[in-house]
């Protein structure tokens, strides 16, 4: 998650403290008996969250915005010079580029890793960037 982190007023943080162990007991195991009062509770009004889960094939990612934040669009995408060669698929090791007309990549499946960029041979493969 990403944003401009706010920190919970000083009056209420024990309460918010206390609040997220009882919710993530695990916590306990991190942080023992009193040293919990370490800790800083904030809240993010307005920010990104970026899901992103490496345990299924395909990997699957998707981003939120939270409040008034707003996604950034990130990874690549194939431009219209692609001369339809098919190396970017077979490179893919999440095989998250299909073909239905056009090569295209599906960006919930694509781990950034940049090997159908370095592979295009006719630098058909672009960055998003925003
Ligand atoms: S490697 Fe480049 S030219 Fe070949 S299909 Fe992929 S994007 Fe198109
Ligand atoms: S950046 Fe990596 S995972 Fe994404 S489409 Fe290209 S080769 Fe596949």
């Known amino acids: 998650m ?54 299924v094939h395909p990997i699957f990612r998707e981003s939120y915005g939270v409040g008034k934040g707003i996604t950034k669009r990130k990874g690549y995408m194939i431009s219209e010079r692609c001369s339809l060669c098919g190396i970017c698929e077979k490179s893919c090791p999440q095989r998250a580029i299909s073909f239905k007309d056009k090569y295209y990549i599906r960006n919930e499946n694509c781990l950034h890793c940049g090997l159908c960029y370095e592979n295009c041979p006719v630098t058909a493969i672009e960055r998003i960037e925003d």
């Open 2 to 55: 990403t944003g401009v982190p706010e920190l919970i007023p000083l009056e209420s943080q024990k309460e918010w403290l206390d609040k997220l162990f009882d919710e993530n007991p695990y916590m306990n195991n991190v942080y023992p008996g009193e040293s919990r009062k370490i800790l800083d509770v904030f809240f993010i009004r307005n920010g990104e969250i970026e899901y992103f889960n490496l345990g």
